[in-house]
């Protein structure tokens, strides 16, 4: 009961209407951030891969079929575009570089921003 207080509270601050107030509290413009098993089921019309490089895929092994099965898993939620992040300073993309062949095979182009 103290979290959902506290929750309410937060989304009053700043709420001009009670409507506004009710919106915070559920979240209705808020970005949904989650994992891979999480989003099972779920859809959206984009997903951001954020860090597809071997520190956010720790426990991917190069020609492990679950590895590439778990990939698809969060690339299926994409209804309309999925966009992939990496930077080279965060880390390297040895272990998943399979799943970069498989991107690159399918055609994904990719874009550097600097």
Known sequence: ?????????????????WDDCL?????????PLMTVHKSKGLE??????????????WNHTPGNPEGVATFFVALSRAKQ????????DRGSRQRVSELYELLTAAGV??????
């Open 23 to 31: 919106d915070r509290y559920v979240g209705k413009n808020d970005i």
């Open 81 to 88: 575009r999925a966009i992939f992040m990496f930077c080279k």
């Open 109 to 114: 182009q990719e874009r550097r921003v600097v």
């Open 44 to 57: 959206y019309d984009t997903v951001l891969f954020v860090g597809l490089d071997d520190g956010s895929w």
């Open 1 to 17: 009961m103290e979290a959902y207080s506290l929750h309410l509270q937060s989304a009053a601050e700043g709420a001009a209407t």
